[in-house]
């Protein structure tokens, strides 16, 4: 079961890039914009340990 839930989702994600890739890279440049800000404010948290 979990390997056909996989496979349906890894179809889903193909199928949304052929779709609509515009709407595809804003998902991805934003998911890593928030990568980002999240390791901004762990290291300020870090940093603010160390003070």
């Given amino acids: ?4 839930l996989r496979y349906v989702a890894i ?5 949304y ?5 515009t709407d595809a890279a804003n998902v ?3 998911a890593f914009s928030q ?3 999240a390791g901004n404010q762990l290291a300020a948290f870090v ?3 160390g003070t």
Avoid at 17 to 21: G, H, T, Y
């Fill in 1 to 4: 079961m979990k390997k056909n």
């Fill in 11 to 15: 179809a889903f994600l193909i199928f």
């Fill in 17 to 21: 890039l052929l779709s609509s890739p």
């Fill in 28 to 30: 991805v440049n934003n």
């Fill in 35 to 37: 990568l980002g800000e």
């Fill in 47 to 49: 940093n603010a340990l």
